[in-house]
């Protein structure tokens, strides 16, 4: 049985010269989108979904969410806080044509999406606001005002004494 060699290899089988700086610049672009976030294009599909892509801020007093839906309608836009939780839910719907066209390759994607992203502070859930323009939802969420307080322990030395 012939063994199959697992190295890279141009059409001609003959292992490239850069081969392995490919492949590190490949593993060094992997370790980038993992520990500094996804760089997928716009609306990219993950396991059938649709994902869109976002941005998170916050300032003083408020966290600032930006969600990219191009071609997403406001009324098919659904925003849920929940505890700590922030959904954002929808559907890319179709366009519908009575003519036929015959295209060549279809990139753009439809169908329902899902992106949920727990918000870093607490949020005071009465005063947030969403609104979509030009195809970005942008999310306003309010801090709450009480802040969550350090309490220091004091530590004793010796030993703990029994009651």
């Known amino acids: 049985m012939a063994r199959r060699s697992l190295?890279?290899?141009s059409g001609n089988n003959m292992m490239?010269?850069?081969s392995f700086l490919s492949l590190q610049q490949g593993m060094n672009?992997?370790?980038?989108?993992?520990?500094?976030?996804?760089?997928l294009p716009l609306m990219e599909r993950d396991e059938g979904m649709i994902?869109?892509?976002i941005n998170v801020s916050e300032t003083e007093n408020e966290v600032h969410i930006t969600a990219e839906l191009p071609g997403?309608?406001?009324k098919d836009v659904e925003v849920m806080l929940d505890g700590d939780v922030l959904t954002i839910r929808g559907e890319k719907k179709m366009e519908k044509k009575e003519d036929r066209e015959n295209y060549h390759f279809v990139e753009r994607s439809f169908g329902q999406f899902q992106r949920s992203i727990r918000v870093p502070h607490s949020i005071n859930p009465e005063q947030v606001h969403a609104h979509v323009v030009d195809?970005?939802?942008s999310i306003?969420?309010?801090?709450?005002?009480?802040?969550?307080?350090?309490?220091h322990i004091k530590v004793g030395s010796g030993s703990s004494t029994s009651h």
Request: hydrophobic share 35%; aromatic share 8%.
């Open 72 to 74: 997403v309608a406001e």
């Open 29 to 39: 672009r992997l370790f980038d989108e993992v520990f500094h976030g996804s760089r």
């Open 135 to 137: 195809g970005v939802l």
């Open 7 to 9: 190295m890279p290899f």
């Open 140 to 151: 306003t969420l309010p801090k709450n005002a009480a802040k969550e307080k350090t309490r």
């Open 51 to 53: 994902v869109p892509q």
């Open 16 to 18: 490239s010269s850069d």
